[in-house]
């Protein structure tokens, strides 16, 4: 009975660290199709984004164009504005997109971003995307619900 509670509390811990799949998203302007998100070390929705802390997102998608880049973007409503966000990898490619980005091909893309500091605690909405060769093409761009900052 005690190992078996050992083996419990072990795979429960596990589940906890692995993160979530995001099910609050919305598509933003991909000209493909995301097919699933996930966020670590997110264990609810919206995700509470704390300060200094570092998140990975994995997204797997089928890309709906042809482009020889792919640039990271991130930006968070803050007070009714979208400031953009310093991205630490501006290059998506390799990390789990090949570049060129061939249409109809499908990827699983992993990325990490440590957030910044946060003047005040609120809720917003956060925006991913990567961009193609053409300004505002997004090979994918989802937003999602957050809270910034510490409770």
């Known amino acids: 009975m005690f190992v078996l509670a050992k083996i419990q509390l072990l795979l429960t ?8 799949l995001l099910t609050h998203h919305t598509d933003c302007g991909s000209l493909g199709t995301i097919h699933s998100i996930q966020l670590e070390p997110c264990h609810n929705e919206p995700c509470h984004i ?7 997102g994995t997204v797997n998608f089928t ?7 792919a640039t990271n973007k991130a930006t968070a409503e803050i007070v009714g504005a979208w400031p ?4 630490g990898q501006p290059n998506a490619c390799g990390h789990g997109i090949t570049c060129p980005v061939v249409k109809g091909e499908t990827y699983t893309y992993t990325v990490s971003v440590t957030s910044p500091e946060f003047k005040s605690h609120a809720r917003s909405v956060a925006k991913w995307m990567v961009e193609g060769d053409n300004t505002d093409e997004f090979i994918i ?4 619900p957050v809270i910034l900052g510490t409770q």
């Open 13 to 20: 811990s596990v589940v906890l660290c692995s993160g979530i």
């Open 50 to 56: 704390t300060e200094h802390t570092t998140y990975t």
């Open 63 to 69: 890309s709906g164009i042809n482009s020889q880049t």
């Open 84 to 87: 953009a966000f310093t991205v």
């Open 141 to 144: 761009c989802f937003a999602f």
